[in-house]
């Protein structure tokens, strides 16, 4: 019985190590073109991060009382007030938070923030912001800052200012308004983001103001037509447990009257 021939395989690795060699070759002579592109590749996004303007954001998270989902002042009556035959008005729902959010985003809101002094200008003409003096800096081609008016030098006043409607497309980029994750949570939140750190934070201050006070001036009239409405009506019914209600909701009614009269004298 003969024994199997043993064969000796031999391997060679003579190709690979030539193409390594070879690969080394290119990436060593090209090391100039390499740095080269690296170095302008740098530069570039350097150049870039200082063309970028600093955007600064103001934001606050808001507590709205009352921001749940409430009915009519009214709709509590509606069974007592149909057995005395007494029309009340609809009851209607109500989300308050999603009211204000409808109120910061109207164009009307807007119109009624741009006759206060420089909203106008640091919206649509600011330029750079000097962190040096802190002042916002203008475009001087659309904008005077010492005489207050638009357009060049020499050219009539005014006649290139920004209308509310081309205002309005920067507004809504600048001017963040939203509920939070659970819309019945009663909080909002709202953010200014501008060039500027310091009109950010005024003009959101001045945003928070101005609709505070358009909600308060809507639950003093709401009241006033809900107080003249009951006491119509109070003279109209002689069932005792309807006077009643109605004496309760009178009652409702002028205390929201007050606080909100409260909140605008500390304002």
């Given amino acids: 019985m003969t024994e199997p021939e043993q064969t000796n395989q031999k391997f060679s690795f003579g190709d690979n190590e030539t193409d390594l060699k070879e690969f080394i070759d290119v990436v060593w002579n090209g090391k100039k073109l390499i740095i080269l592109i690296t170095a302008v590749s740098f530069l570039c996004s350097v150049f870039y991060a200082y063309s970028i303007t600093n955007q600064y954001k103001s934001a606050a998270v808001l ?71 802190r002042v916002l800096i203008f475009d001087h081609g659309k904008y005077n800052a010492k005489s207050k008016t638009w357009g060049r030098e020499g050219e009539l006043p005014n006649q290139s200012a920004p209308s509310v409607q081309q205002t309005y497309k920067k507004y809504l980029k600048t001017v963040k308004v939203g509920m939070g994750r659970d819309s019945l949570s009663g909080f909002m939140y709202i953010s200014v983001e501008h060039i500027s750190p310091i009109f950010a934070k005024e003009f959101l201050e001045l945003i928070i103001s101005e609709v505070n006070e358009l909600m308060r001036q809507k639950d003093l009239n709401e009241s006033a037509n809900a107080l003249e409405y009951l006491k119509s009506q109070l003279t109209k019914t002689s069932l005792l447990e309807m006077q009643n209600s109605i004496n309760q909701l009178i009652k409702t009614q002028l205390q929201k009257q007050m606080m909100a009269k409260i909140a605008m004298t500390m304002s």
């Fill in 63 to 133: 507590s709205l009382a009352g921001a749940q989902q409430q009915s009519s002042p009214l709709s509590g009556m509606s069974g007592l007030a149909s057995l005395a035959g007494i029309s009340l008005p609809g009851s209607s729902t109500i989300n308050k938070g999603e009211l204000v959010i409808a109120t910061v985003e109207t164009r009307s809101f807007l119109k009624h923030l741009m006759t206060f002094d420089n909203v106008l200008a640091s919206l649509m003409a600011a330029k750079t912001f000097d962190t040096d003096k």
